[in-house]
């Protein structure tokens, strides 16, 4: 029966995507080694585990949001969940590279999204667990399947650089905000009013305005 190990061995982003996308390249091996491999379902659960770094003061009050008062912290701080994914290993003996694809989101309403732009430097430590099929051969035996057992997972440390010049590539000095129609259109009905041409002045115009009424 395999005994797969799986370990990641570096991430890039995607050129040319449609999406914004990383790939992970994650290298599989089996024991034992001579017995070959058809193909693996392959199914990963990644989760951010925001207990295994530090943060200064800065990244503290930018994750305020997600995480509340620091001082609360050893309560709130809990592992998220950040995305499912999910590649077809093709055959191989031994070992192969294969690139798992992550799609990803510039949206504020997802706690993915607020820490990872929290966050001022360093790495994102993530923790992959896997789960999956494989289809393979014993010497000249009958084709098998077999499930992944559940305790095979990797650590990995996705340097924050990546993932911000991901964001930088598709969102080049910007960001978006998904509102409510309510509130969307309250600030529609006040553009138009105001005549204002863009959307950036309008919010700029309405914090000004808000922070004058409460200054008087």
Known sequence: ???????????KVAEHAATPLLL????????????????????????????????????????????GEPDRWAQTLRNLLWTHASVVV???????????????????????????HGLTDGDLPLCFLFSGTVFYQCCDGPLQ???????????YRLPLRVWKDLMDA????????????????KLYQFKVREGIPSWEEA???????????VRS
């Not at 190990?5 to 570096?10: M, P, S, Y």
């Not at 399947?145 to 650590?155: H, R, V």
């Not at 905000?177 to 309510?182: M, Q």
């Not at 700029?204 to 004058?212: G, S």
């Open 145 to 155: 399947i077999a499930p992944i057992s559940w305790d095979k997972e990797a650590k």
């Open 24 to 67: 992970f390249q994650a290298r599989v091996a089996n024991e034992p080694r001579d017995q070959v491999l058809h193909t693996i379902s392959l199914h990963a659960q990644i989760q951010i585990e925001v207990t295994r770094r530090k943060y200064d003061s800065a990244e503290q009050a930018r994750l305020r949001d997600l995480f």
């Open 1 to 11: 029966m395999p005994d797969l190990r799986i370990t990641i061995e570096g991430a």
């Open 203 to 213: 919010l700029e115009r309405a914090l000004t305005a808000f922070a004058e009424t």
């Open 170 to 185: 598709y969102y080049p000095n910007s960001a978006w905000l998904a509102l409510h129609k309510d509130t969307f259109e």
């Open 90 to 116: 093709p055959r191989f003996a031994a070992n192969v590279l294969v690139e798992i694809p992550v799609p990803c989101t510039f949206d504020f309403n997802v706690a993915a999204t607020k820490y990872f």
